[in-house]
Structure formats: structure tokens, C-alpha cells
């Protein structure tokens, strides 16, 4: 099962909930992943702390000219539709900053004077991370548990995430459940990183800001069908949302994590709160159950 957990906005808390709902999961012996696709800041793995594994690059295709061959009849420039191409007189000019690696300019090219070159925009890495876990009904059955940790890291000056998420996602391992961090907001780089999950989980936090993109994004979510539940963090006592605020399409406020400042104060250290506030651990338990028991009830 793949969740997706995504928010409208940054700053909601949406990788806390993330890693934290990874803890619950391998606590209760499922064999988890997280995969963290917000490859322009990744920093699940400052809680996590895994143990390093593959470094993959990542690179995307882009077109260089054989001047020897190119009649200069400009059928590249007028494909191009990222204006990566440009034909100025007598010469043919390209952008591999502006590529989006479509491949169109080789097709159209009469005279096969388009070659293929690479160029590097990030990297891919793997993990793995210890959870050390206690006594008691969330113990691992063996003990210490593992969560297998993919992330994506952008090459600093590159514009265009979407490759590197691509690729992140074609390294996610088998399992029980996977927990994709997404990257805030609700343009391409999150819709890229949700597509093809089973459930997606909106963060927000209960401010005009953060409710605003919340419905930004849940519009988008609902537009790719689907099914979609929302956690309001740094809730203050009566703040948030009634529940079902948001039509009768199967959203819901499941959880509300109240504003607190011991977690606030592990969260700043790199720590995992549900490890060490029971409070927290239990929210997330909740969560986790809540979301099993609906995709079980949706298989039926």
C-alpha cells in the first residue's frame, strides 16, 4: 500500500507525520518504506538516520548538434515547447538547462543531426534505518525494526525536479507499506509524487494560509480520483475544522495533533516523537489503523 503525504503549503508539519506514521508501521511489524520525493530540501532522513547505501545519479537525455549534418531548417526549435532549441540565423543554439527530455527534436530532425547526449540533474539514495522499539503492543515482533529510506537529492541550480522524482519512485522496494513524502504545494513536482498512490494524507495547520492551499489541494487530489484524508496539525483546544467540512467524497479530518512544545523541541533536535512522547505515538497508531481499515474496506 502506498500513502502519499502531502500538504498544500510548507511548513504544516507534513514530514513529521510522514516519518512518524513510518515508525507506527514498522512497529507493528509491517516491512516498511519512506521515500522521500521533496528531492529540492529532503530531510526525512535527518529523524531517520540511515544507514547509507546506493548513490544512483540521476541524469536526463538532451539533444546536441552535429553541425557537419544540420541544415538549419529549424524543425527542432518549432517542436521544442520549453524553448530549449533555438535556431538564430545560420546556427541551431541549445538550452540543456530548459530540456525537458521529450525527445521530440530527435524525431522531427530530417537529416538525423540531433545526438543524444546526457546531462546529470541529481541523485538517488538508499538506506536503511533502525527503529529501536519498546515493550509493549507497538513492539516490532523482532525487536528493532527497519524502514527501508529512499531519497532523491536535486542538483543545486536545476529547475526541474520531476526527473529525480521519477526515478525515486522506480527504486521503491517491496513491502507492506510505503509512506512517500511529498513536496509542498500543488503544482507539478507533488502531483508527480502522488500519482499512483492508494491514499493520500493532506497536513495542514489550522491558520487562513494553511486552510486555503489545503483546499487547493485537495481539489487537485480529488481531480486524480483519489481517496484522500486530512490531519490538522498545531491544533490549539476547539481550533480546526468540523468533520466533513469538506463534502461527502470520502475526505475527512482523521487525526489533530495538538501544538506542543515538547514536540517541537524533539523535532528541532532531529529526533522521532512518537519514540519519545507516548502522546504523539498513540495519534499516529490511530492514524495508521484508520487508514488500514479503510483500504480493507475498499478491497471488499
Avoid: W
Amino acid at each position: 500500500m502506498r500513502i502519499a503525504v502531502a500538504s498544500g503549503k510548507g511548513g504544516t508539519g507534513k514530514t513529521t507525520v510522514a516519518v512518524n506514521l513510518a515508525v507506527s508501521a514498522v512497529r507493528v511489524g509491517l516491512r516498511t518504506a519512506y521515500v522521500d520525493c521533496d528531492v529540492e530540501e529532503p530531510n526525512g532522513h535527518i529523524y531517520l538516520k540511515p544507514e547509507k547505501g546506493l548513490s544512483l545519479p540521476v541524469a536526463v537525455e538532451v539533444p546536441e548538434i552535429d553541425e557537419s549534418l544540420c541544415t538549419v531548417c529549424g524543425e527542432c526549435g518549432k517542436i521544442c515547447e520549453f524553448k530549449a532549441i533555438a535556431v538564430l540565423g545560420d546556427r541551431v543554439m541549445v538550452f540543456p538547462e530548459l530540456c525537458h527530455g521529450c525527445g521530440g527534436c530527435f524525431l522531427v530532425c530530417p537529416v538525423d543531426a540531433m545526438k543524444r547526449s546526457s546531462r546529470l540533474v541529481g541523485r538517488v539514495e538508499t538506506g536503511v534505518s533502525k527503529i529501536a522499539t519498546c515493550g509493549g503492543d507497538r513492539a516490532a515482533p523482532d525487536g528493532d525494526g527497519e524502514i527501508s529510506v529512499v531519497q532523491g537529492i536535486l542538483r543545486v541550480k536545476e529547475a526541474m525536479p520531476l526527473p529525480v522524482i521519477r526515478e525515486v519512485k522506480k527504486h521503491i522496494p517491496g513491502g507492506d507499506i510505503v509512506i512517500i513524502d511529498c513536496p509542498p504545494g500543488n503544482s507539478c513536482p507533488m502531483v508527480e509524487s502522488v500519482r499512483g498512490a492508494d491514499r493520500v494524507i493532506l497536513v495542514t495547520e489550522p491558520t487562513p494560509f494553511g486552510l486555503n492551499d489545503l483546499e487547493i489541494a485537495l481539489e487537485t487530489v480529488r481531480e486524480m480520483g483519489i481517496p484522500v484524508d486530512i490531519i490538522m496539525n498545531r491544533c490549539d483546544p476547539g481550533a480546526g475544522l468540523p468533520e466533513g467540512a469538506f463534502g461527502d467524497v470520502g475526505s475527512e479530518v482523521i487525526a489533530r495533533i495538538p501544538e506542543s512544545r515538547e514536540i517541537a523541541e524533539i523535532n528541532s533536535r532531529g529526533g522521532l516523537a512518537s519514540l519519545e512522547f507516548p502522546e504523539l505515538a498513540g495519534t499516529m497508531d490511530r492514524i495508521l489503523e484508520k487508514i488500514l481499515r479503510s483500504a480493507r474496506e475498499a478491497r471488499r
